[in-house]
T-cell receptor, first 113, second 111 residues
Framework: EAEVAQSPRYKITEKSQAVAFWCDPI?????LYWYRQILGQGPELLVQ????????DSQLPKDRFSAERLKGVDSTLKIQPAELGDSAMYLC???????????FGQGTRLTVV | QKEVEQDPGPLSVPEGAIVSLNCTYS??????FMWYRQYSRKGPELLMY????GNKEDGRFTAQVDKSSKYISLFIRDSQPSDSATYLC???????????FGKGTRLSVIA
């Protein structure tokens, strides 16, 4: 069964350091999302891609976060510098188009110390 | 006020009980409705996906959408300890738009 792959599963980093997360969506899925989930809360959108183009990054803290999806396949989310408040689960999801259900990966749990 | 409201619980029920989980929303533009199950330290897993109003059944799970009341529900029949998880409702508008989630309801099914 096709899955969204994310790595690493867990990451501990010191504040002010740079950190990067990788996501490989289900093959053929044009839409890719990065969500952040704080413990006890629902996921909140950081950025949405359609192929290689950004559709929505209105909630992405652009002073420290960046995201790219070169060639419209896999994607990288970067934080530089990391802050204590960035500790959360970072979830990647994909869908065939923007009008269908989204499938999530297992997430990357980030702890900033 | 958030666009999607969901009681975070926790909700504790005995094995075999019927569970009812609910969300309300404020934006009438939402047309697609989903329920996800999330086990601790895992990613959300899609359970049910419905478009517009009506009911959808899949095994022990039934999803209901009442657009006139802006209210969606997930029913779990014959609940099992393995159903213990957080249940997230999510919805989206027509077009290439992101999912908007509720906070999630934490469910415990006690054997």
């Amino acid at each position: 069964e096709a899955e969204v792959a994310q790595s690493p599963r867990y990451k501990i980093t010191e504040k002010s350091q740079a950190v990067a997360f990788w996501c490989d969506p289900i093959s053929g899925h044009a839409t890719l999302y990065w969500y952040r989930q704080i413990l006890g809360q629902g996921p909140e959108l950081l950025v949405q891609f359609q192929d290689e183009s950004v559709v929505d990054d209105s909630q992405l803290p652009k002073d420290r976060f960046s995201a790219e999806r070169l060639k419209g396949v896999d994607s990288t989310l970067k934080i530089q510098p990391a802050e204590l408040g960035d500790s959360a689960m970072y979830l990647c999801a994909s869908s065939p188009t923007g009008n269908t259900e989204a499938f999530f990966g297992q997430g990357t749990r980030l702890t900033v110390v | 006020q958030k666009e999607v409201e969901q009681d975070p619980g926790p909700l504790s029920v005995p094995e075999g009980a019927i569970v009812s989980l609910n969300c309300t929303y404020s934006n009438s533009a939402f047309q697609y409705f989903m329920w996800y199950r999330q086990y601790s330290r895992k990613g959300p897993e899609l359970l049910m996906y419905t478009y517009s109003s009506g009911n959808k059944e899949d095994g022990r799970f039934t999803a209901q959408v009442d657009k006139s009341s802006k209210y969606i529900s997930l029913f779990i029949r014959d609940s099992q300890p393995s159903d213990s998880a957080t249940y997230l409702c999510a919805m989206r508008k027509v077009g290439n738009t992101p999912l908007v989630f509720g906070k999630g309801t934490r469910l415990s099914v006690i054997a």
